[in-house]
């Protein structure tokens, strides 16, 4: 309770730490010094000054006014201790809120890392697969070309049999010739080797 200008019975007898309103009403009934001089409000209830309680009741007042500074300074402290208290745990959810922030920081770099380094998987998948259909082709492309010279060869090999076959076959024929020609035409090719011979020394 506050500290206040006036007091009802009730809140006299909490704030005097009395057991019941009966030792308040009564010095209200009394007369002489030991009597509390009081007021009506506008209910017509009595409403005591302090500075009567603290004439009639010095003691239970002096007591009263010392617990509400030991409760106003321990309230105080307590607030004191709340305050320094959610400042700290402020700074700490400031803190703890940065980490967060930190760590989701990082894993999204994280993901960002293996999303990039699962693309550039797929892609290298995908290059070598198309390099190894290329190679493929390429083999076969070989292959196919190597069959056409091989076949191209085996096509030409029995011209080289006929070309030398008819070489032979002339040479075998100007023998013969050769064996046919009579004595007389001998004769004359020797006397014009002979004729020519002649010519050629008296030039």
């Known amino acids: 309770m ?5 007091y009802t019975v009730a809140e006299a007898t909490e704030f005097l730490g009395f057991a019941s309103r009966s030792t308040i009403n009564v010095r209200t009934k009394e007369k002489g010094d030991k009597a509390l001089s009081y007021n009506l409000d506008d209910n017509n209830n009595k409403v005591i000054p302090i500075a009567e309680l603290e004439r009639v009741f010095p003691k239970k007042y002096n007591a009263a006014i010392k617990r509400k500074r030991n409760t106003n300074n321990t309230s105080t402290e307590y607030s004191a201790k709340i305050q320094k208290s959610t400042a700290k745990n402020t700074n700490n959810t400031i803190q703890l809120e940065q980490d967060i922030k930190i760590l989701e920081q990082q894993i999204e770099f994280k993901d960002e ?3 990039i380094s699962k693309e550039a998987k797929e892609k ?5 697969q198309d390099l190894s259909k290329k190679l493929n082709l390429s083999q076969e492309t070989l292959k196919a070309q190597t069959a056409i010279l091989e076949d191209l060869r085996e096509k ?4 080289k049999p006929v070309q030398e076959e008819k070489q032979n076959f002339d040479r075998r024929e100007g023998k013969n010739r050769l064996k ?3 004595d007389a035409e001998i004769a004359i090719i020797i ?7 002649l010519i050629v020394l008296t030039l």
């Open 124 to 128: 290298a998948e995908e290059r070598e």
């Open 191 to 197: 006397l014009l080797s002979f004729l020519c011979g």
């Open 113 to 115: 890392l293996l999303r």
């Open 2 to 6: 506050e500290i206040k200008q006036e």
């Open 180 to 182: 046919t020609l009579t």
């Open 156 to 159: 030409k090999q029995p011209q």
